[in-house]
């Protein structure tokens, strides 16, 4: 069966006896949006932080992304429901799926097999709007700098140097660069404009960050929307007063939503995703959540280890003063052969010189998890049909070598029960980890310049011999090293390479990193630094995955995927 189909035999429970049976969450605390999802209340949230319970938490990340497809949520799911199997009280934080690749070409993003979150349509398509919300929010911003500009323009805007764009949950190529104010003096100030992706929106990141509502609108009331006529005074969303609105807009995205696994354990699905282009983590309201409620929390990071986890650890661990206690790294064989230059067609044969050779894009993430990071790690072979003993055992001997346990896991097929050798290594681990916020060993201090932070991270992440840039670029930096030069780094780069080229695959060394540009996201607290010719808002492959979804008569909905 299909993914989907095997979601829609699901036998779900009802969420508001459900939380109250597995973590005795109180029914007026949940704000139901039918039967199977629910909002939790903040009042709820913030009762809990006053209590001494403290879980730990493990992060899932994986290799460089490929075709062939590696599976981290998948993997987040089975690990989850393996550790609930086994007696440990476990809760599944994941972030939201993007309209975008579900009718692009990555599908959603609620798992696969027999280790997903249901309503697996729901949390797809629309789900509790939060997204509907981040982008309204966003928009009334974008309209109210052109609206203060067209009454006068008071602040002394400069309409050449407004930062702040539009954006739209859909992948859409023909609006990254558009003209707006056209038609006359009674439409606006002419001005080049453009639109990114809703999940590469700052009131994205801020909503994922924020801790409370306070500190929700607090943020974005720093958000720098452009500079003044003087080229070098930063004008703020407070300074339209426009922070209040948003933040009244965002009212209900803010709290946590819990949903199920097909086992029916709990799961908090909450912000946004693409660490290719954004920090691509879920909120730190929903993983401080389960970190009161449960002995383990188990989330993920997107993309691979060079992007999610650096940016998990990086951006918010450092913010919300979080660590890991372990990692799980995510591989299949099938992505490793990949690596090894097998083309996606022969991928189901068996090929251990292309596995060979296509380790040395998980050794490199490994090393960055062990060596940079310095934390606990494990590596989870997220097996496949076609996959044979003599290629998983080279792998498993492979990271013997590099003095890492690597686990075969067959949840997609089996669910819980396929990891339950998963959950025991990562019980292991864990009770044996010293990891805490105090000792988590980040890449880069807060007072390395942004140039050195940058570089840091090409240099030791990704293996290259540099990082170049324009004198235009240069700087920009320089300025913003000013004045917000503490701040962290969000890395934009491709995420199918070490490198900006996606097709050089494996773990190249010695490339340059080209940042063709930098942005300030002040009310989220970090500088995004795009690489290469990354760009925040993707376009649809030539055949989308929208071509294949339909719903019937019966409002079944088939091609999700």
């Not at 393996?82 to 993003?109: D, Q, V």
């Not at 798992?111 to 979150?117: E, I, K, P």
Request: proline share 4%; with cysteine.
């Amino acid at each position: 069966m299909s993914d989907i189909e095997i979601a829609q035999r699901a036998k779900m429970k009802p969420i508001i006896g459900l939380a109250a049976e597995k973590f005795g969450i109180p029914a007026e605390h949940l704000d139901p949006y039918g039967h199977y999802k629910a909002k939790l209340s903040l009042e709820y949230v913030d009762s809990l932080s006053h209590q001494a319970q403290e879980g730990k938490l493990v992060l899932v990340t994986a290799i460089s992304p490929t075709p062939a497809g590696e599976g981290k949520t998948t993997t987040t799911v089975g690990l989850g429901d393996a550790l609930n199997r086994i007696g440990k009280k476990t809760i599944i934080c994941l972030r939201e799926p993007s309209l975008g690749p579900c009718f692009g070409m990555k599908g959603g993003a609620a798992g696969g097999g027999y280790s997903q979150v249901v309503p697996m349509e729901d949390i797809n398509l629309h789900f509790t709007g939060d997204f509907h919300a981040i982008a309204v929010a966003h928009n009334l911003l974008s309209a109210m700098i052109d609206n203060h500009i067209n009454h006068g323009n008071a602040l002394d805007i400069d309409p050449r140097r407004i930062k702040w764009k539009r954006v739209v949950d859909m992948n859409d190529r023909a609006l990254r660069e558009i003209t707006v104010g056209q038609g006359g003096p009674a439409n606006g100030y002419l001005r080049e404009d453009g639109f990114d992706i809703v999940v590469a929106s700052e009131v994205m990141a801020i909503l994922c960050l924020a801790t409370n509502r306070a500190d929700l609108k607090e943020r974005l009331g720093r958000i720098v929307i452009g500079y003044k006529t003087d080229k070098v005074t930063p004008v703020y969303a407070s300074d339209l007063k426009a922070h209040g609105a948003m933040a009244a807009l965002l009212k209900d995205a803010i709290k946590p939503n819990i949903v199920q696994t097909l086992e029916n354990n709990i799961a908090l699905v909450h912000g946004g995703p693409f660490a290719n282009i954004a920090h691509g983590c879920n909120s730190v309201t929903a993983t401080k959540t389960a970190l009161k409620l449960a002995d383990y929390t188990i989330t993920e990071a997107g993309f691979g280890a060079d992007l999610g986890a650096e940016k998990f650890l990086n951006i918010k661990c450092r913010s919300a003063k979080l660590a890991p206690s372990a990692v799980v790294l995510v591989a299949t064989v099938r992505a490793l052969k990949y690596h090894g230059g097998v083309d996606r067609i022969h991928l189901n044969q068996e090929n251990l010189e292309a596995v060979e050779k296509g380790f040395e894009n998980l050794e490199r993430h490994i090393t960055n998890v062990t060596k940079n990071y310095q934390l606990p790690c494990v590596v989870c072979i997220n097996h496949f049909t076609y996959d044979t003993d003599a290629e998983t055992d080279m792998i498993i001997e492979k990271c013997s070598d590099l003095g890492v346990k690597c686990i075969v896991s067959k949840h997609w097929a089996e669910g819980g029960a396929g990891a339950e050798a998963l959950a025991n290594e990562v019980v292991s681990m864990v009770e044996g980890s010293t990891i805490s916020p105090d000792n988590l060993n980040l890449l880069y201090p807060d007072n390395m310049p942004i140039w050195n932070k940058i570089e840091t991270i090409a240099t030791k992440l990704y293996g290259a011999s540099e990082i170049v840039a324009s004198d235009k670029v240069k700087g920009e930096i320089a300025e913003l090293q000013e004045k917000y030069g503490d701040l962290p780094i969000c890395m934009a780069k491709t995420q199918m390479s070490f490198s900006t080229n996606p097709s050089l695959k494996g773990a190249p060394t010695g490339h340059s990193v080209e940042i063709s540009s930098v942005k300030l996201e002040h009310g989220a607290g970090f500088i995004v630094a795009i690489a290469g010719n990354m760009m925040t808002m993707p376009g649809l492959p030539k055949t989308p995955t929208a071509e294949k979804i339909d719903i019937d008569d019966n409002g079944v909905i088939t091609g999700l995927f």
